[in-house]
């Protein structure tokens, strides 16, 4: 009789939630043996990883899958060189969990104070690359959690060989294997069950398109940190110095057009932009980037017409909408009402305009002088990212150990009572 | 023509969220003038007050309101300097919003760090008492947050007149009436639009029942800040000092019994059970509470048998279960499987169970010789609470000022460029 997908995920669950009792009062010393660990098994078994994931890509070719997609799919050594300084660099990163802060005594005489947690079990629902595996898996163990691990059904030979080497890494360590665990069926069916137990499963962290991070933001019975859109804006101000103006917002887009922190629109004030606008257009036409311009715009460079929905578009492509705004006000107005809360940046040298624009602005990164396509939890110095939220509660933008960590509450008494009412 | 219930809200809605962005900005001398000029206001309308509180009582009284919710309702001359006297108190806190912390230079030459910022539009949801309308208005207002209020319709009268004084506070300081709203309608459609309209509103505060709080939960498509059971445990290891653990568990369970950090669930180790138990059940005995204990409780004592179901409720009554235990593991297995991972105590003397205790418990609150029913806001130093949060994510345990605020990414470069692709 075989077991059924609930019956199944339903054990995976279990077999979490008591494995994440064991690495949440691990040491940092055993969570950093268990990912060094890792990373040697990585490093002996590229022959293993090479071939399980050679039954990926043939699968995929045999389904026709895009070349995008088959190239993202590929373990090349290049790649397995990154997932293994990956597992290296998190094992350096400093352990959030136990640390404690603002403890102080209370008129009652007893000690008040927050101590970091982990989160307890982490599911994590990912697409093609399995490099994801690695990233993911390491964060949640050095931050203390146990992880569900649920990559694509195109993925699952190559997840499984590096599911295997993080398993030898937590034996070293002598940590339980459901630390890590990777859902070995490809039936829809796991994704629905993973989603829906909170028992078992404390947050659930999707990282893929926006269609499978819709759906399981609706359907999900256990809370979801997660990113959508990345609509940034670079404001180019009356103040701003005109050449880092030019090398910022060229930087914002091309850096590259295809990630969240790409700027999709770039407001420039009415007061400099004959200034501006044709020396940026140059620019950008010369690289090859469309532009979209609202008619004031229009009256400087050569641009095709935005129209309302341009201000609403994640391009994700060498395309960039551009409106000349009245004032500093205005430019804020446009990117809290038509950006997607995720970065925004203003070119200024002036300090109060600076000042209103980051305090004003409802992003999850506010820049000043600093092209958006920064945003990114290396850059951020993170160590490492899990993903960027667009989300406002718990974590906000990047999201690296911190971010799949709690606070609870720690209180020392020695005997108080509360009302002072003895017995 | 009469407005729909719909469209109604929307109008909240939409006025509540372009008042978020005028009470984010304001400075913290402008809040706290609104508040103290509330309070002022709420002084010299004790009349109105008593009369609108009144006509509330009397429908109570004709729609045969239980003895116990119309207390609850009853807005009594302490009740009002209650209000007042929070009101002053919420202006005195420190202001959350703005704090930069970590702050430091990424090898890139840019500076990250991070900036408390109001979360924008909270909704609050509550049941009869009316003084949760200040409570609320002053938490969300001093963090920079605009609200929208849903009292319960038996309150309708003095919600209305409550609101009317913190209008005039509003008035005062210059900032807009749309800070805080009061739903006016009692129509119960307005509470299912208001928690579903993520574009206005940014997070949900349901206060009230088990009921109304599961039903929020299950509807919301905006994120909640939620309290659900109060399960909580003192465990009596055998390090404890047992004339402190005696008063501890006494004051955890008798200070009074209706709150969530009232104690449910005592453990106490084997090997202390036999000095301790028959001193503690004389206390609670003589005091009017019933016992229901393990089978090697009732050993030791006079107690009813504890079922399954015991350990898994919270009686806020003068009831108590009791469990004899092998020792800490096997108390904070108990603890994480049953309890509500609101508040758990360990009573001992000993260095290193009070510290596997405080790591290894997964409560919102972890208490060291200190009794449960000292889990709230006030006691902890917030000032004051909006709550007391069982989720992890986000705000866990008590809720004040910070639990209402995020935290952004803040970036300030001088022009430097990523991957450093200059034009």
Redesign the interface.
Known sequence: MTESVLDYMTRLGRAARQAS?VI??ASTAQKNRALQAAADALDAARAELTAANELDLAAGRGNGLEPALLDRLALTPARIDGMITGLRQVASLPDPV?AIRDM?Y?P?G?Q?GK?R?P??VIGIIYESRPNVTIDAASLCLKSGNATILRGGSEAIHSNRAIATCIQRGLAEAGLPAAVVQVVETTDREAVGALISMPEFV??IVPRGGRGLIERISRDARV?V?KHLDGICHVYVSEHA?LD?A???A??AK??RYGICGAMETLLVDQRVAERFLPEMAR?FQE?GVELRGCERTRAFIDAKPASEDDWHTEYLDAILSIRVVDDLDQAIEHI?HYGSHHTD?IITEHQGQAR?F???V??????????T???DGF???LGAEIGIST????A???VGLEGLT??????????????Q???
Chains 1, 2 share one sequence.
């Not at 709690?406 to 009302?419: A, M, S």
Request: aromatic share 8%; hydrophobic share 30%; glycine share 10%.
């Open positions: 009792r949440g009062r136990g102080s209370r009652s007893i008040v101590m947690a989160l307890g404390d947050v809370p940190i110095d880092k030019w090398r910022v060229f930087n091309t850096y620019r690289k809290n940046s209103q980051m305090a004003e409802d992003s999850a990164s506010v820049m000043l002088n600093t092209p396509c920064f945003a850059e951020y110095g989300d406002k509660l718990h906000r933008g990047p709690c606070e609870k509450y720690v209180v020392i008494g020695d005997g108080q009572l509360r009302g009412e003895s017995c």
